[in-house]
């Protein structure tokens, strides 16, 4: 009986002592996490800068490569699976605002948030295809963001350029992957 009694208090120490060190977790991570909400790190950039110099270097080598009528190479389909992390990167980026004059209030539309959802899930579709080397998929995924651009320009930026970032030609030529013989 005592052997019981004894294993019982250890029960009960013992799930004491969890359920105190359960608290200090939760307390700690609680103010982890509201240290990190009270930090104000602003996107220190317009969206329209990010848009020319990230997203839409990005977007091209999806659709360029998608649209390669011969067999991609392995560094070829490695690109595609470097730009599509960083494209589907951008699309939470760009829910953060920017320095740009209608840059916040995009940012809090409902519409812009489905528009960079859409755009970032295209370029999961496309590092899928590069991962899988699956040029019909990579196709796919091209259409689709395409599609979404569009869809985001029409609704959000009929005017191109703005804010006197445009998209620049000899940027792609100076840094662009894309060097087959005979392109560009």
């Known amino acids: 009986m005592s052997s019981l009694k004894r294993n019982f208090a250890a029960l009960i120490s013992s799930l004491v002592l969890l359920m105190l060190a359960l608290f200090v977790l939760s307390v700690v991570l609680a103010n982890s996490a509201d240290a990190a909400e009270s930090q104000d790190f602003p996107v220190p950039v317009s ?5 020319v110099t990230m997203i839409d270097h990005s977007a091209h080598y999806i659709w360029d490569y998608a649209a390669l009528e011969d ?6 389909w490695l690109a595609v699976e470097y730009y599509s992390i960083q494209l589907a990167a951008a699309g939470p980026l760009m829910t953060l ?23 970032s899930n295209a370029a999961m579709k496309a590092l899928n295809a590069a991962r899988l080397q699956d040029k019909f998929l990579l196709e796919t995924a091209g259409d689709e963001l395409l599609d979404a651009c569009l869809a985001c320009h ?25 060097q087959r013989e005979g392109a560009l």
Do not use: C
């Not at 959000?156 to 992957?177: A, T, W």
């Open 47 to 51: 969206v329209n800068a990010l848009m």
């Open 154 to 178: 029409r609704a959000f930026k009929p005017e191109i350029p703005s804010e006197g970032v445009i998209h620049d030609p000899l940027y792609d030529q100076l840094y662009h992957l894309f």
């Open 71 to 76: 067999m991609m190479l392995e560094e070829e």
């Open 97 to 119: 605002g920017g320095t740009g004059e209608f840059d916040n209030a995009w940012a809090i539309s409902p519409q812009w948030l489905s528009y960079s959802m859409d755009m």
